[in-house]
């Protein structure tokens, strides 16, 4: 079935050292996003895609930064993890981005930061 | 920035009874598009509904139906039948016409389903 993939489902890693998360989706869209999930929060957008260009939200911190080396895949880099990153990271993608479309998410990765 | 309000963090219903889960949001703008979204244990987020602001007729899918309130901004999920497999988290979400890629989501609401 087509679907958005994250690997891997759950990421452990230290405090201060660099961690990669991946998405991967067999949907053909554009747009590919990033959202941060705090534990009862509400999720967060970080950064999309559309297509190759790269779109920061404003109060994305520079820790995080994001790749996109072709249309089914995109990664989450961590620079510098630190305590307060730890969360659900949730990759969605849309077809074209347009502001009516539904986005299609993945089942997200945990990410624990000892 | 809009904001969006699920004031029950946790739910309980009884199988094959109806539930209701309130949502309300806060903005300026009137054109607008809501959204239900679905995400059961351990799994993907997936829609369940989605409502056009400009549209007054409440959508419906199947056993899953709104009460869409523009002037009160209020969206209320109402399940109906409820099953065991609507056990899950629901996130109320809100998407500008106009800006477009940045989704608001509420806090959730986690259903439990009594059999």
């Known amino acids: 079935d087509a679907m958005v993939i994250q690997n891997p489902r759950y990421q452990v890693t230290q405090f201060g050292k660099p961690v990669t998360l991946s998405c991967s989706q067999t949907?053909?869209?554009?747009?590919m996003y990033w959202y941060q999930q705090k534990s009862s929060q509400a999720p967060k957008l970080l950064f999309h895609?559309?297509?190759?260009?790269?779109?920061n939200e404003a109060d994305t911190p520079d820790n995080f930064q994001s790749r996109r080396p072709n249309t089914s895949f995109c990664f989450l880099d961590i620079r510098s993890p630190g305590l307060g990153d730890a969360a659900m990271y949730l990759c969605?993608?849309?077809?074209?981005?347009?502001?009516?479309?539904?986005?299609?998410f993945g089942p997200g990765t945990r990410l624990l930061v000892l | 920035a809009q904001t969006v309000t699920q004031s029950q963090p946790e739910m309980s219903v009884q199988e094959a009874e109806t539930v209701t889960l309130s949502c309300t949001y806060d903005?300026?703008?009137?054109?607008?598009?809501l959204f239900w979204y679905k995400q059961p244990p351990s799994r993907q987020m997936i829609l369940v509904i989605r409502?056009?602001?400009?549209?007054?007729q409440n959508a419906t899918e199947n056993r899953f139906s709104v009460n869409f309130q523009k002037a009160a901004k209020s969206f209320s999920l109402k399940i109906s039948d409820s099953q065991l497999g609507d056990a899950a988290m629901y996130f109320c979400?809100?998407?500008?016409?106009?800006?477009?890629?940045?989704?608001?989501f509420g806090t959730g609401t986690s259903l439990t389903v009594i059999p």
């Open positions: 969605a993608t849309s077809r074209f981005g347009g502001t009516q479309e539904t986005q299609y």
């Open positions: 949907l053909n869209h554009n747009v």
């Open positions: 895609y559309y297509d190759k260009d790269f779109n």
């Open positions: 903005t300026s703008e009137s054109d607008y598009y």
């Open positions: 409502q056009e602001a400009y549209k007054q």
């Open positions: 979400a809100y998407r500008s016409a106009k800006t477009g890629n940045q989704f608001y």
